[in-house]
């Protein structure tokens, strides 16, 4: 037995994950990949028009719609949660805002699906985001297109658990940005912008593309709250997915597991993009 090399213990630990991993996120991915390339007919097959056919109408459009959707929610809730956590760790803020923002951020981060379009229906009704509040003095034809139950309303809602996520998921990294590096630039006569120019912006970077990274796949992936918020009149990928696995009136398997396929490319094609990145900018961190 002195011979044999033993399993390490911290090895064995991990065993519980690597099983979880596989049970949930390997094989249905395998599933998905592979139902992608089958055809839907009984004798079975392999064939390619279930991918092809995302390239054309109406899924070309939804993937355009889910992306745009995606993009804008992580960008805006990116900054604005890079803002407030800025501001919450920042010297001069006493330090029960930081537990209070926090607390809520890890709450709201979690809160989504059928409750939070709700709780928005509830809280602004069907007249809109804007004529709630200039009822009397905005015509109602004019903010048709800002109503809740529009792109532009299931982007404001998302907003809701992106913004609070990116706080979260930056924070960390602001907190790490030592205080010795703004003192020796002060000292050095930067001003505050050339600090954030020249040495807080690049040195966080990686963080934050990674942020805007995991913001987008939380939005491409949200299904629940754009369903129960627009009753599938915004045309978004995991909505159409849905309605082909429901099956109430279109009934394709296959064409929604290569929709899911596309949404798996789509996500690579992020990651591709954020790896270059990540690795030039890592090197102001050295």
Do not use: C
């Amino acid at each position: 037995m002195s011979g044999r090399r033993r399993l390490p213990l911290a090895w064995i630990a991990t065993l519980p994950f690597f099983a979880y991993t596989i049970a949930f996120l390997f094989l249905p991915a395998e599933s998905v990949i592979v139902g992608a390339f089958k055809s839907n007919v009984h004798a079975g097959g392999w064939t390619f028009s279930n991918v092809t056919e995302l390239f054309h109408s109406p899924y070309r459009h939804a993937y355009i719609v889910s992306i745009e959707v995606s993009a804008t929610t992580a960008l805006i809730g990116g900054v604005l949660g890079f803002l407030v956590a800025y501001a919450m760790i920042r010297e001069h803020t006493p330090r029960i805002f930081r537990g209070v923002i926090t607390t809520f951020s890890g709450v709201a981060a979690n809160f989504g699906g059928i409750p939070l379009a709700f709780a928005w229906i509830a809280t602004i009704g069907p007249l809109g985001i804007v004529t709630v509040f200039f009822r009397n003095h905005v015509h109602y034809d004019v903010t048709q297109h800002l109503q809740l139950f529009t792109k532009t309303g299931v982007e404001f809602v998302y907003l809701y658990f992106q913004i609070p996520l990116a706080i979260l998921v930056i924070a960390p990294a602001i907190d790490g940005l030592k205080r010795e590096w703004r003192e020796a630039s002060s000292n050095l006569g930067a001003s505050s912008w050339q600090f954030w120019r020249y040495v807080g912006i690049p040195v966080l970077m990686p963080s934050m593309l990674g942020m805007f990274i995991l913001l987008f796949g939380n939005a491409f992936a949200a299904y629940a709250t754009a369903y129960a918020l627009t009753t599938g009149v915004v045309p978004l990928i995991p909505i159409l997915i849905g309605a082909y696995y429901q099956g109430n009136v279109l009934d394709n398997p296959h064409l929604a597991q290569a929709m899911a396929f596309g949404m798996f490319a789509v996500l690579a094609v992020m990651m591709v993009l954020y790896i270059p990145l990540q690795r030039r900018a890592a090197r102001w961190a050295k």
